[in-house]
């Protein structure tokens, strides 16, 4: 197979540190949670975190097996602390937008380049951002929805505390 071109190789290591960034964020998220003693919430952003860290691996491991050199960048210091639960889940359906955006970037340079097995591999990346998107909206809806009803915040929390494992 073609070795990953110098051009690739940095625009994948830049996509390393994005998803490394989401992780580093959820995780600011799940403490903010838990201090709040939303523990469902601060399971789900746990959780989400550790998918974060699988989709940086997926690419980390990607690199490597395309005969390139992975390097790591600084990742941003993530808020430590957010208005309320919604203005978190909203920074994080934005923060999906801004991963997706990076993924459409890199499809549209692999496609340039007529790189086709990094295109293979990012179609994965697509499809799950479609999912990620939803489902972080879907959180902000259902909090909007609830507003200032401490019953209902209690029940989403019980509820979103049950998410399962996924990649
Ligand atoms: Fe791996 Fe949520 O982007």
Redesign the pocket.
């Known amino acids: 197979m073609m070795r990953i071109s110098a051009h690739m190789q940095k625009t994948l290591n830049d996509q390393v540190r994005r998803?490394f960034g989401?992780s580093y964020l959820y995780l600011s998220m799940a403490a903010y949670f838990a201090e709040k003693n939303l523990n469902g919430f601060a399971r789900w952003m746990r959780m989400q975190a550790m998918?974060?860290a699988k989709?940086a691996m997926k690419i980390f491991d990607f690199v490597e097996d395309r005969g390139g050199r992975v390097t790591l960048e600084g990742i941003d210091r993530p808020p430590p602390d957010f208005p309320t639960p919604v203005a978190a889940f909203e920074h994080a359906r934005d923060h999906?937008a801004h991963?997706s955006a990076g993924i459409h970037q890199l499809y549209e340079a692999a496609a340039t380049e007529k790189d086709w097995a990094t295109q293979a591999m990012l179609q994965w990346f697509i499809t799950?951002?479609v999912e990620?998107e939803k489902t972080s909206s879907q959180i902000v809806d259902t909090l909007k929805m609830i507003g200032d009803n401490a019953s209902g915040l209690y029940m989403f929390d019980q509820e979103l505390g049950r998410r399962g494992g996924a990649e």
Request: aromatic share 0%.
């Open positions: 998803e989401a998918e974060e989709h999906e991963v799950e951002q990620e």
